[in-house]
């Protein structure tokens, strides 16, 4: 690990993942969720939209610099994941250049607010991961979820629907076509992913957070997740229509 203190600016979230005004609303849900009294690190987890990656990588940054205030990147934890051999580097045009993680920033930093000088982030970019990765890294993040001091931030958009993404498909028994695509996002589970192969940037990072809640539940750890708030850009009801989905929740583990 470099000794060099190397910083990073955030500014507004990306136009492919959503910019705020359209994933704003929606993701706020979220963030009420966040008790900043007893949370000391704030994973984020964002999938790859700029670099090919078939594992995760972790930022050669220390800081990250927001609107509000830095935000202080974990080196201890980073030590510890980069001993398993599993994290690639990447570079800092890299970090600069993705969004994912980026935009979960300013939110993180007003959330946590009240107890910023008490907390540390660690950001991961997610690669296309195979299963049997989303399998590994979900086990080793697994004893990190239970932490109660530790918050999990899974950066995705849902469902991209319309000719001009290549996804169509239709449910006619939900009713309307929006109603399907609502239906459809609403159904998140692993066997679902791959089923209907939902075309849902951040399937990833969310293939790892199943993962290391099935390895959990494998240890008698009980927990719970609520949808708290779902929007679409648009309601389709023909097939030239278009929209994405967005949607915010909670798990909690108990």
């Known amino acids: 690990m470099s000794n060099r203190m190397v910083c990073r600016e955030a500014s507004h979230a990306g136009s492919w993942h959503a910019g705020y005004t359209y994933c704003g609303a929606c993701a706020a ?28 990588a972790l930022s050669p940054a220390e800081v990250y610099r927001t609107p509000l205030y830095d935000l202080r990147i974990d080196q201890k934890v980073y030590a510890d994941l980069w001993k398993t051999g599993m994290f ?45 990765k989303e399998q590994e890294y979900g086990k080793l993040l697994s004893k990190y979820l239970a932490d109660p001091s530790n918050l999990f931030i899974i ?24 109603r399907s695509i609502e239906h459809l996002d609403k159904m998140v589970n692993l066997n679902y992913l791959k089923k209907y192969h939902n075309t849902i940037c951040g399937r990833h990072p969310i293939g790892v957070l199943l993962n290391a809640v099935a390895e959990l539940k494998k240890n008698g750890i009980d927990m719970n997740f609520s949808f708290l708030n779902y929007a679409q850009s648009s309601q389709c009801r023909n097939w030239s229509d278009s929209s994405v989905s967005y949607a915010a929740g909670a798990l909690v583990v108990h």
């Open 29 to 56: 849900y979220a963030y009420k969720q966040v008790d900043p009294s007893i949370t000391r690190r704030v994973f984020i987890l964002g999938p790859s939209h700029h670099v090919p990656l078939s594992r995760c």
């Open 88 to 132: 690639e580097r990447m570079s800092l045009q890299t970090d600069e250049d993705e969004h994912s993680i980026e935009m979960h920033l300013p939110y993180t930093a007003k959330a946590m607010e009240s107890h910023k000088d008490e907390f540390s982030i660690v950001p991961v970019l997610v690669g296309a991961l195979s299963e049997s």
């Open 155 to 178: 950066s995705s958009d849902f469902c991209h629907w319309g000719q001009r993404f290549r996804y169509t498909y239709y449910d006619e028994s939900q009713g309307e076509i929006y």
